[in-house]
């Protein structure tokens, strides 16, 4: 699958660009996120995100799910940040339009995995909900690397690839480093309880709702229920459940499974105890 085919539509890309250029020149006061899709990467949160702003009462932000302020672009400046954001004036007219006050979010996966991106976002928004998709992790991990190399980041073989992971993490050159940690981080990222205990540190186990894709996707419309319960928003059903960005289904090879169940092997009984979430062990 290219690289092409895992990005929105170019038409829809161009909009957005023209959209975020003219809102950034406008003045006036921006609405903050009420909420954060936090993560995994591969494990859905795309169609989540998606789901999410099907619902009436939610804006979508100016950039295509999410402006990655928190991570990635946390150098850029609140400022930076605010020009991506709806302005409260519009919220205003569709709170009269609509007779409730919509709410905005923001989705990156790499939230959850960034050292530092759960304590920025606190820092913010306090009282913010948390939306952490998982999936099964063995499955996140394949699809992980095979989206890399679809997009052109990974050159090297699976095998050869986790058997680099901890020295690429673990560059000297921190522009490099920080690369490979957001790139090339298949097992690091399917360490799902490390995740799960940086968020609560920041915020109240109550304001982050764990979610399953396998759930998700086998009756969208029951999980999508939980979450706007979680959002405090009224009941929505959609009419477009499809998967977003996702991948046609490849065997997964023995000996990456194998390797991946040893890297995650001490953190699954973590996950357990936190969440109640559980997945096959074989190896």
């Given at each position: 699958?290219s690289?092409r085919s ?10 957005h660009?023209v959209?975020r ?38 804006l ?6 999410g ?26 007219r569709?709170?009269?339009r609509?007779g409730?006050r919509?709410?905005?979010?923001e ?5 959850c ?15 913010a909900?948390?939306?952490?998709m ?5 499955e996140?991990?394949?699809?992980h ?12 073989p ?17 522009t490099t ?12 990222r ?25 759930q ?5 419309a ?5 979450v ?5 928003l ?5 009419a ?12 997964i ?5 194998a390797?991946?169940l ?10 357990e105890?936190l ?7 074989r190896?």
């Open positions: 699958m690289s895992l990005l929105p539509p170019v038409s829809r890309r161009a909009a660009l959209r250029r003219v809102q950034a020149l406008r003045p006036g006061e921006r609405e903050l996120p009420r909420y954060f899709v936090v993560g995994v990467k591969r494990g859905g949160t795309t169609s989540l995100d998606e789901y999410v702003v099907d619902h009436p009462l939610v979508r932000g100016l950039v295509e799910k402006c990655r302020y928190y991570d990635v672009n946390y150098h850029r400046g609140p400022a930076w940040f605010r020009s991506h954001l709806p302005r409260s004036a519009a919220l205003d569709a709170e009269a609509l409730a919509p709410i905005v979010g989705s990156s996966p790499y939230y995995y960034h050292p530092e991106a759960p304590g920025r976002i606190a820092a913010d928004v306090p009282d909900r948390l939306l952490l998982l999936r099964d992790p063995v996140r991990a394949w699809s690397y095979r989206y890399e190399v679809a997009r052109g980041f990974e050159s090297l699976a095998d050869e690839a986790l058997a680099a992971e901890a020295q690429r993490l673990a560059d000297p050159d921190e480093r920080w690369y490979h940690h957001r790139h090339f981080s298949y097992v690091g399917s360490r799902y309880a490390e995740q799960l205990r940086r968020l609560h540190e920041h915020f109240d186990p109550e304001q982050v709702l764990v979610l399953q894709s396998e998700l996707f086998a009756d969208p029951a999980v999508m229920a939980r706007f319960e979680h959002l405090g009224p009941a929505h059903t959609s477009d459940y499809r998967p977003h960005k996702a991948l046609q289904e490849e065997a090879p023995e000996a990456f499974r390797t991946v040893a890297g995650i092997a001490d953190d699954l009984p973590h996950l105890s969440t109640g979430v559980r997945w096959p062990t190896s």
